[in-house]
């Protein structure tokens, strides 16, 4: 009798429903898609990648995929805002009043240096110039989500240095722009048309010694 009252209760926890597996929330599944499409749109190009391709690679439906984005363009524009907001989120450009004005500006261009220069982004850009002419949007999305925040955050910061004394400018936005030319603009077109491989951290550090006495100091040689 009590093997039989044993077998029973073995067969109801057997029978007993398990309940509805744990559904993966849409931010983890819009990551998902995100690195799908990164790899996609590096590999076969923006044109040639198709919303079924991109799916298929995310491991979901495409009727999943569009509940999540209306478009192929929708998607790149929310996978490049995610990728620059990732990365903008670790640029700190505070102003220290307690360190001298060229160890702040050296620290200030490194965070926007390592930003400009990070793989993801230049190959982001390699995408964009490839695409660019069929799809200008892309163009327009990545200047005003990474290269334009990039310039303001940078801008705020040599702002912050004009109102303390410490430096002399009128347009700071200009010299902002200028400053993150200086330390990017070459690298980046290196790696994108001449397959020249990113420079090292140790490479990125001595490029920003080098633009911040530029900036600070000049290169006019002194009158004797």
């Known amino acids: 009798m009590a093997q039989a009252k044993s077998s029973a209760a073995s067969s109801s ?52 995929l569009y509940r999540l984005f209306p478009g192929k363009a929708a998607l790149f524009e929310a996978m490049c805002a995610d990728r620059l907001e990732r990365l903008l989120s670790d640029v700190h450009l505070q102003a220290n009043d307690e360190v001298d004005i060229e160890t702040g500006l050296r620290a200030a261009l490194l965070a926007c240096a390592d930003l400009a220069l990070d793989p993801e982004v230049v190959a982001l850009q390699r995408i964009i110039l490839q695409e660019s002419a069929e799809f200008p949007e892309l163009a327009a999305t990545f200047y005003k989500n990474g290269i334009m925040r990039t310039v303001a955050a940078l801008a705020g910061w040599l702002r912050a240095q004009v109102k303390r004394k410490r430096i002399a400018i009128d347009d700071v936005e200009e010299v902002a722009g200028i400053l993150i030319g200086m330390i990017a603009s070459a690298p980046q077109r290196a790696a994108i048309f001449g397959g020249v491989p990113l420079p090292s951290r140790k490479d990125i550090q001595r490029r920003v010694r080098v633009c911040a006495a530029l900036f600070l100091d000049g290169c006019r040689a002194k009158s004797p």
């Open 13 to 64: 926890r057997e029978c007993r429903p398990r309940g509805r597996p744990q559904l993966r929330s849409d931010e983890e599944t819009k990551q998902i898609v995100f690195d799908a499409a990164r790899h996609a749109f590096a590999v076969d190009g923006y044109a040639a990648t198709s919303t079924e391709e991109l799916a298929r690679r995310a491991g979901i439906s495409t009727k999943t």
